[in-house]
């Protein structure tokens, strides 16, 4: 192995763990909860953990002094509101954020997304969906947990009136890890195959599946194909000899 060989091996490793790093601050009132959060988050290598914030006042102080990528919030806790996203967006549109709740109304969801919220999951969620979310917030992907969406179009709410491209219908907009995902769908890969290749959890990519049928007005795998193809993620030849799809 000559010395450019050895420089890669050992460097660029390096280099790419330091550019995907996400700096994050825990903004929760419930000591326990963050207490949870921070035990799990800090065993993930990328994920660095530089303030936790009780309140708006100390979650304010604590960007202005070490600043973040994400913010991981309960905007229901005491000392936090809604508000509190907006106010802090406005001053930085760049930061992002992870609102992690309890079970929520479908109109507080939907006032929190308008706020400024990047992604939203629920409290009693798997914590590896948790890790997920972070993962996919701070590199500037939408994530919503199958429980949220569906909240959501129980209530019967127009998703286009909410102001960001997420949820929007016409046109249809996927994130990059979702259009991998359809990809994988369309060549006729399970959930756990598809977990392996992408490194996520299996409850990870069946929140995907379902937030990709809700976007696309789907109902089945069929459904994910047809839109596959007619997009030209996939080639329809790939399907000539396939079997026919549930």
Same mark, same amino acid.
């Given at each position: 192995? =000559?010395?450019?060989?050895?420089?890669? !091996?050992?460097?660029?490793?390096?280099?790419?763990?330091?550019?995907?790093? %996400? /700096?994050?601050?825990?903004?929760?009132?419930?000591? +326990?909860?963050?207490?949870?959060?921070?035990?799990?988050?800090? #065993?993930?290598?990328?994920?660095?953990?530089?303030?936790? #914030?009780?309140?708006? $006042?100390?979650?304010?102080? *604590?960007?202005?002094?070490?600043?973040?990528? %994400?913010?991981?919030?309960?905007?229901?806790?005491?000392?936090?509101?809604?508000?509190?996203?907006?106010?802090?967006?406005? !001053?930085?549109?760049? +930061?992002?954020?992870?609102? %992690?709740? @309890?079970?929520? /109304?479908? *109109?507080?969801?939907? =006032? #929190?997304?308008?706020?400024?919220?990047?992604?939203?999951?629920?409290?009693?969620?798997?914590?590896?969906?948790?890790?997920?979310?972070?993962?996919?917030?701070?590199?500037?992907? !939408?994530?919503?947990?199958?429980?949220?969406?569906?909240?959501?179009?129980?209530?019967?709410?127009?998703?286009?009136?909410?102001?960001?491209?997420?949820?929007?219908?016409?046109?249809?907009?996927?994130?990059?890890?979702?259009?991998?995902?359809? %990809?994988?769908?369309?060549?006729?890969?399970?959930?756990?195959?598809?977990?392996?290749?992408?490194?996520?959890?299996?409850?990870?990519? /069946?929140?995907?599946?379902?937030?990709?049928?809700? $976007?696309?007005?789907? !109902?089945?795998?069929?459904?994910?194909?047809?839109?596959?193809?007619?997009?030209?993620?996939? @080639?329809? /030849?790939?399907?000539?000899?396939?079997?026919?799809?549930?």
């Amino acid at each position: 192995m =000559d010395f450019y060989e050895l420089f890669l !091996k050992t460097h660029v490793p390096l280099f790419i763990s330091i550019l995907n790093k %996400v /700096n994050l601050i825990l903004a929760d009132s419930n000591d +326990l909860m963050r207490l949870g959060l921070r035990t799990v988050l800090t #065993a993930e290598l990328n994920v660095t953990i530089v303030g936790e #914030a009780r309140n708006e $006042k100390e979650l304010v102080s *604590q960007l202005a002094a070490f600043g973040a990528s %994400v913010v991981l919030i309960d905007f229901t806790s005491e000392g936090f509101t809604i508000d509190t996203i907006q106010r802090i967006s406005s !001053k930085d549109p760049s +930061l992002k954020f992870l609102a %992690v709740t @309890s079970a929520q /109304n479908a *109109q507080t969801l939907v =006032d #929190a997304l308008r706020s400024g919220v990047t992604s939203y999951v629920k409290k009693d969620c798997e914590l590896s969906e948790i890790v997920d979310a972070v993962r996919e917030t701070s590199r500037g992907n !939408k994530f919503f947990c199958g429980q949220i969406l569906e909240t959501i179009q129980r209530a019967n709410i127009d998703v286009n009136d909410l102001d960001f491209d997420s949820f929007s219908c016409e046109p249809v907009v996927l994130s990059e890890r979702e259009n991998e995902i359809i %990809v994988l769908i369309a060549e006729g890969h399970t959930n756990e195959i598809i977990a392996e290749q992408l490194f996520l959890s299996k409850h990870t990519v /069946n929140t995907h599946r379902k937030n990709i049928m809700a $976007k696309l007005g789907v !109902k089945n795998t069929a459904g994910i194909v047809m839109y596959a193809v007619k997009t030209d993620l996939v @080639s329809p /030849n790939k399907f000539l000899f396939a079997p026919s799809l549930n």
